[in-house]
C-alpha cells in the first residue's frame, strides 16, 4: 500500500510542483509550442507518456543494476539511449505492422515525443534521486501527464495572445515565451518558494 | 530600382541576419531548454558551448556519412548514439575545462545534451548529395548562433543576477538574483527575440530609404545629362 501511495504522490509531484515545461524548460521547441490544434497536444502528449512509461521499465532495471557502482556517469547515458531506442524499434515496427492506421496518426510525432529532453530529463531525475521501481515509472507517467496539461494551457493562451493587443515585435514567439515565464513564475510562487534577496 | 545598392546592404545584412535572425535557437526555437535554464553564467555558457560544438560537429558530421545509406528511422538512432557517445566524451573534457564543479551549476542539462534538438532534427535534415565542407559549415553557423544567444543572456543574468562575471566580483548598487531561476530564462529569451525583431524592422526600413534615395539620385542625374 505504502509502495503505490510513492507512485502516486512521485507522479503527482512530476504532474505540479515539478512540471517538465513550467519548472525546467523541459521539451519545449517551435513545435510543440505552435501545434495546430489542442488534438495534436493531446497525441504529443499521449505518444510521449506511453514511450516514457514503456522506457522507464527498462529505465528502473538499469538503475537498479548501475546502483553502488563507480563510474556511472560514462554509462548511464548510452544505456537510457539503448533502452529508449530499443522502446523506440518496438513500437515503430508494431505499430507499422499491425496498426497501420495509428501508425500514420503516431508517425510524426514519434522521434519528437521519444527523443525529448522531458523524457530523458525525468530518468535522469529518476536516477539521481535513486527512486525505486514504481516511483520511476510514477514520475515519468506524471512527467508525460504534465507535458500534456502544459502543451494544452499554452496552446489556449497562445490563441488568446493572438487576439490581443500586442506591439509587433513581440507577436508570435515572444509573446508566448513571456506568458509561459509569467507562469512559471505563479506557479514557483503557488509552490511556497520566495525570490531569492 | 537601382538593386546594387539593396545587393551591397542585403549582403552585409545576410552576416549579421545568419547569427540573430534566422538564429537556431531563437527564431527556429531548437534548444530552448538549455539556454532558458543554463544561461545563468558565462562559465555554463562556455561549457554548454563546448558540448554543443564538439556533439553537433560529430553527430552532422556522421549524418552526412549516413543519408540516403539507410532508413530514416534507422538514421535517428544512430544520430542518436553517436552524439550520446559525443556527450560522455565531451563532459569529461569539460570538467578537466572547468573543474568538478561546473556539473552542480549545470546539472542534468550536460546529460540532455545528447538528445538536443538542434543536432538531432538538423541530422535528419542532411542529404547525401550535400557536399561535407557545406555540411560543417552550416553547422558550425548554427552552434555559432547558439553561441551568441547563451553568452549574450548569461552576461545579462550573470551581471545582473549574480553581481558577477566569470565569478569576479562587479560591485553594482544592485543585483537581483530572480534573473537566475527558469521562469527569468522564458521573460529573457521572449526579450531578445522581440528586440532581434525590432533591429531588422529598422535595418530593412534603411534598406529601402537608402535604395530610394539612390534611386532618386540617379533619376536626377539621367534628367541632367538629357538636358545636356
Known amino acids: 500500500m505504502e509502495l503505490f501511495a510513492q507512485f502516486f504522490v512521485t507522479a503527482l ?19 510543440v509550442l505552435f501545434m ?32 553502488g557502482r563507480t563510474g556511472i556517469m560514462y554509462i548511464r547515458a548510452p544505456l537510457f539511449s539503448i533502452c529508449v531506442a530499443a522502446v523506440y524499434i518496438v513500437t515503430y515496427l508494431v505499430a507499422h505492422k499491425w496498426k497501420p492506421k495509428l501508425f500514420q496518426i503516431i508517425k510524426p510525432a514519434l522521434p519528437v515525443c ?16 535513486s527512486y525505486h521501481f514504481l516511483q520511476t515509472v510514477g514520475y515519468t507517467l506524471g512527467t508525460g501527464v504534465g507535458y500534456t496539461l502544459a502543451l494544452l494551457v499554452i496552446y489556449f493562451a497562445r490563441k488568446r495572445l493572438a487576439i490581443s493587443p500586442v506591439p509587433r515585435s513581440f507577436r508570435g514567439l515572444p509573446i508566448l515565451l513571456l506568458y509561459i515565464g509569467l507562469l512559471s513564475l505563479a506557479i514557483y510562487g503557488l509552490l511556497g518558494h520566495g525570490l531569492p534577496s | 530600382m537601382n538593386l546594387s545598392t539593396v545587393r551591397k546592404y542585403t549582403k552585409k545584412h545576410s552576416v549579421v541576419a545568419g547569427l540573430l535572425l534566422k538564429n537556431p535557437v531563437v527564431v527556429l526555437g531548437l534548444d530552448l531548454p538549455f539556454v532558458i535554464a543554463t544561461s545563468t553564467s558565462l562559465r555554463n555558457a562556455a561549457a554548454m558551448s563546448i558540448m554543443l560544438l564538439c556533439i553537433h560537429m560529430f553527430t552532422l558530421l556522421a549524418a552526412r556519412f549516413t543519408a540516403g545509406r ?7 538512432l544512430c544520430h542518436i548514439f553517436v552524439s550520446t557517445i559525443m556527450m560522455v566524451l565531451t563532459r569529461a573534457l569539460v570538467v578537466r575545462m572547468f573543474h568538478q564543479d561546473i556539473l552542480n551549476s549545470l546539472g ?35 552552434v555559432l548562433g547558439f553561441v551568441l544567444v547563451m553568452f549574450l543572456l548569461s552576461f545579462v543574468r550573470e ?25 527569468s530564462g522564458f521573460i529573457s529569451v521572449g526579450f531578445l527575440l522581440a528586440f532581434g525583431r525590432f533591429l531588422n524592422k529598422r535595418v530593412t526600413a534603411f534598406l529601402i530609404t537608402e535604395s530610394a534615395r539612390t534611386d532618386l539620385r540617379y533619376a536626377q542625374l ?4 538629357r538636358d545636356d
Open chain 1, 13 to 31: 509531484t512530476a504532474v505540479a510542483v515539478e512540471n517538465a515545461v513550467f519548472a525546467r524548460a523541459l521539451g519545449i521547441n517551435k513545435t
Open chain 1, 36 to 67: 495546430k490544434s489542442p488534438k495534436m497536444g493531446i497525441l504529443y502528449g499521449a505518444v510521449l507518456t506511453w514511450m516514457g512509461v514503456l522506457s522507464s521499465f527498462l529505465v528502473a532495471i538499469v538503475n537498479v543494476l548501475l546502483e
Open chain 1, 114 to 129: 521519444t527523443f525529448n529532453t522531458a523524457l530523458f530529463g525525468a530518468f535522469y531525475i529518476s536516477s539521481t534521486g
Open chain 2, 70 to 76: 539507410m532508413h530514416r528511422w534507422l538514421r535517428m
Open chain 2, 108 to 142: 542534468m542539462y550536460i546529460y540532455l545534451m545528447g538528445v538536443n534538438g538542434m543536432t538531432i532534427y538538423q541530422a535528419l535534415a542532411v542529404k547525401r548529395k550535400t557536399p561535407l565542407l557545406q555540411v560543417l559549415a552550416a553547422a558550425f553557423q548554427n
Open chain 2, 159 to 183: 551581471l545582473l543576477g549574480n553581481g558577477t562575471l566569470w565569478g569576479v566580483v562587479i560591485p553594482l548598487p544592485a543585483v537581483f538574483p530572480g534573473l537566475l531561476i527558469p521562469f
Open chain 2, 222 to 225: 539621367r534628367g541632367e545629362n
